[in-house]
Structure formats: C-alpha cells, structure tokens
C-alpha cells in the first residue's frame, strides 16, 4: 500500500495563497493627501526657495519632512517645501514677503493636521491645547524643517536661532508652565523622565491632559505589593489607608506633583 505524502499539495496551496495575497495588495489604493491649495500659484521646487529662506532650507534635507513628494509632480520640483506651504510661483514673483501667495502652517494649522490626522483627533478630545481655536500653533513646540521634528535649536547663519521645539528635556512645556518647571528641592524623579511620562502633549479625556486621572497613573512607577496581613506598601510605608481616600494628589498626601521646597513627600 503507497503512502502519497500531502507535502507538494500543502506547498502549491501556500503558493495560491500568497499570490491571491499579493494580487489583493497590489490594488489597495493609497490615501494621498493634497497639498495646500494657492490659486493660480505652480510648483517651482526647493532651490527657490533657498535665497531667502536660506536659514531653514539649510537643515531641511536632513527633516522627516523633506522626503514628502507629491504624486503626478516632477520630483525636483516639489520636494519638501511645497508638499506643507503650497505651489511657490507667485509668492516667488512677488519677492516673497510674509503670507503673500504662501500657506504658513504656523497661522494655518490644518496644512499640519492634514497629514497629521491622529492628533487631529486628539485635539478634539475635551482636554486640550487650544491649537483649533488659534490660540496655539504647532510651530510653539515643534520643528517642522530640523532633523528631529521636537529638537529645534540649531545654528543659522543669522546666530542661533530660537528653539521652538525640545532642545532640552521639558523644554517646550517650560515656555508656558513655568511654574511646574521651575526647580525644585525636592523633584518629582518623573520629570527627569519628561513631562509625557504623566501628560498626553495633544489632547486628552482627562483633566489637564493626564495620561490617566486615577491612581494608575502613579502606580505605573511607585509599585503597590500586599503582605499576608493584607496591608498595601509603596515604598517603605503602608498605604492602606490612604488608598481609600482618594488619589495620590487629591487625597492631601503629595499635593505637590512637580516638586516640593520643604517636603521630600512632596507636600507644600
């Protein structure tokens, strides 16, 4: 009696699977997203812009965001600077000048948010920096023409300019929270870790954008274990009964999160 081995049929199954596969992923159609939008205006590419703009176009080749290309447009004529500011042509013929014939992402958000769709969406959520309502920009904390989108600082040839990004560890959230950054005595360890260790950047559906609202949020650091005797530790004393008065800050135990001048506990 011959045993027929059922190895070649597995195999030529294999084979129909994976070109059904690659057939199927070869007509997925792409989402592309249109650039900004200049009436009359046409694409005249990066060197340009070089002239004036001399500063950014500098650093730009080593950005994420030169290597954005547009579909159906030669590609020396719209690398990078095009693909988030729109078609250059009359805003070259009109010697440049601030917003004429040029979209400015840092007036215009949505030339960001039009790639950038997830955070978009985190804007949105009930707590919020407030870049929709115009009263932030995405410029503030990010580089959209350096090589790392959230470290800026860089030398010019007009000097060093500006950072708008994170030159430095909190950094950016410092321009604004001055008083949560300031030093401290006694530092939260979190904030040698970043402020995103404890707060989403975006947007959040907790009060002031924490990651979470509850004590989970400390507890992802200061670990909880139980005893026999059913008491809670953190650290090297009992929490037991603080637990179950609230959280770690609103229960009047560490009611300064960022830091203390008097209290190693982090209490004012």
Known sequence: MKVRSALPSVIAAGFGVAALVLASCSSIQRTVMAP?????????GNQACVDCHRDFTRAFPSSPHARLHLEGVPREQNA?????HGPGSLHVKAGGGRGKFIVNPRREP?????????????????????????RMNCVQCHDPHGSDILKASHRTAFGVRPAVGM???????????REQSRPFVYQHEALREGCTMCHQPHGSIADKMLVQRDNNLCLKCHAQVATA????????QSHTEFLSRGSCWSARCHTAVHGSNIDRQLRY
């Open 80 to 84: 990078g600077c095009e693909s988030c």
């Open 110 to 134: 949505q030339a960001c948010l039009a790639c950038h769709i997830d955070i978009h969406a985190q804007l949105k959520l009930p707590q919020h920096h407030p870049v929709l309502e115009g």
């Open 167 to 177: 030159a430095r560890l909190n950094e950016t959230c410092a321009e604004c929270h």
């Open 229 to 236: 005797t059913g008491q809670i530790y953190i650290g090297d």
């Open 36 to 44: 900004p939008q200049v009436e009359g205006a046409t694409f005249v």
